[in-house]
């Protein structure tokens, strides 16, 4: 009987991210909504990041260097870990299982669980801000971009967004612990 319910409740949960997947999806026919959140996600890839950690270099000078390498292992870090969760996982992304689901962007991987440029969004954000918190009218509507990005585009369930989130939070706050 429990095994029972926690399946019912699973499969509405899954039933649930579908179709708030697939709902948001939709805004990707917009030819603007899809080529901004295109922008975005390529800029997730690392760019954005890149640059802002360049920017602390050139304002900050040598005072910047500690917030910078902090932000490069933290990045690493949560590079290996959502890749072995990937591999542990194989959930396959949304536009591989619902034909409702229109892929709009490159896929970095065949598996969507979780979404690693929402962790290292999180994950740098966290960090970053950590040490700059003046930086967050610039951060915090990226970070959000990306997460909404991955999911408009096609490549990711909103739960494996919320997942990513969750995971670099908890890296970015736990990276504290050990610098």
Not at 19 to 34: D, E, T
Request: hydrophobic share 50%; charged share 15%.
């Amino acid at each position: 009987m429990h095994n029972r319910r926690l399946t019912i409740y699973r499969d509405r949960f899954c039933a649930l991210d579908s179709a708030l997947c697939i709902k948001v999806n939709r805004s990707s026919h917009y030819r603007l909504v899809r080529w901004g959140f295109r922008l975005v996600s390529r800029l997730g890839d690392g760019m954005f990041w890149y640059a802002i950690m360049a920017g602390i270099i050139l304002t900050q000078g040598m005072d910047g260097v500690l917030p910078v390498l902090h932000m490069i292992v933290a990045g690493l870090s949560g590079t290996l870990v959502y890749k072995w969760l990937k591999g542990k996982t194989l959930r396959p992304r949304p536009y591989a299982v619902h034909q409702d689901v229109w892929l709009a962007g490159k896929p970095l991987d065949k598996f969507s669980f979780p979404s690693g440029h929402t962790l290292h969004a999180v994950v740098f954000s966290v960090v970053a801000l950590s040490y700059y918190p003046e930086l967050s009218w610039l951060i915090l509507p990226f970070a959000s971009l990306v997460a909404m990005s991955r999911v408009v585009l096609g490549l990711h369930y909103p739960s494996d967004v919320l997942a990513g989130a969750a995971i670099g939070a908890v890296m970015g706050f736990a990276s504290f612990l050990l610098i």
